[in-house]
């Protein structure tokens, strides 16, 4: 009696031994009412099924059309992050160009300002501008 498939026959064989007609019919009664039931159910979900599979659809189309739609969006995003990037660029090598414009002004300004040497009208020497007179002949340099 170990043997769980001949408990499983033994323990049919019992329930089949029990089966009274009334019991038979209640069985029948409940195998035909679950059929019924099981038919409702069956076309409940194959609504539902059909609902499922057009909400599906239909959220497939709708993220195929957001993806589109994000697909777009991304190709215009990365469009104008390109537009962007080159006019950053522009900017920056105008920056660039104008720091190195601004780099050479101010170096000319330099030279402009205190250390710039001029030349002596009068003894062609070089005196720094700073110098109101010619260290070398007094010559007036303003
Ligand atoms: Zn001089």
């Known amino acids: 009696m170990n043997d ?11 329930a089949r ?3 009274n007609d009334e019991t038979k019919a209640l069985y029948e009664r409940m195998m035909s009412q679950m059929d019924a039931s099981s038919d409702k159910v069956a076309a409940a979900h194959e609504k539902s099924a059909d609902r499922t599979e057009r909400m599906f659809s239909q959220g497939m189309q709708a993220m195929s059309g957001q ?3 994000a697909v777009d969006v991304e190709r215009s995003a990365a469009d104008r992050m390109e537009r962007m990037s080159d006019r950053a660029m522009d900017q920056m090598g105008n920056v660039a ?3 190195a414009r601004s780099g050479q002004g101010e ?6 300002g205190a250390g710039k040497v001029q030349i002596c009208s009068k003894c062609k020497q070089k005196v720094d501008s700073a110098e109101n007179f010619c260290p070398n002949c007094g010559n007036k340099m303003y």
Not at 4 to 14: I, V, Y
């Open 17 to 19: 031994s029990t089966q």
């Open 97 to 99: 160009a104008t720091r």
């Open 67 to 69: 993806q589109q739609g």
């Open 107 to 112: 170096s000319v300004a330099t030279q402009a």
């Open 4 to 14: 769980p498939s001949a408990l499983g026959k033994a323990l049919e064989e019992r």
